[in-house]
């Protein structure tokens, strides 16, 4: 992936932090998605008093580009304070609707690390195992 394409996912998930709604955790999350067309799409966490009731940044982005008309997806960023990792839910959710993409996990300062769907969920459960 070219350089250029990395810092600009990275960019757009640390630009999606500000936008989060999270009063509870203050835990602000972004996301972007990079479609097969080569559109950004971002998200950001929304939380919620009934806690399991909140969406995860990764999550929104994916399901804003699909409620775009993508469905193709070459790569993802996720930002926070941190560069915490995207959460069980959210792998299993990437790994469904893009396959073997790379991820980049970044802080405020920029990409902490890169690691692919696939590393982030090995074994995963998808549409095949329902065979």
Known sequence: MPEEIIKQLIKTA?????????????????????????SVIGGCNVE??????ACCAE???????????HQQFKALAVATRDGGSPCGACRQVIWELCGAIPV????????????????????AFDKESLK
Request: proline content about 3%; overall charge negative; aromatic content about 10%.
């Open 48 to 53: 919620s008093a009934s806690y399991s009731l």
């Open 14 to 38: 640390n630009d999606m932090r500000q936008k989060a709604y999270a009063p509870y955790s203050n835990y602000r999350v972004g996301a972007a998605v990079l479609t097969a067309d080569g």
């Open 59 to 69: 999550r929104v982005a994916l399901f804003r580009a699909l409620s775009e008309g």
């Open 104 to 123: 980049y996990i970044a802080d405020e300062t920029g990409l902490n690390r890169t690691a692919t769907s696939t590393e982030l969920l090995p074994d």
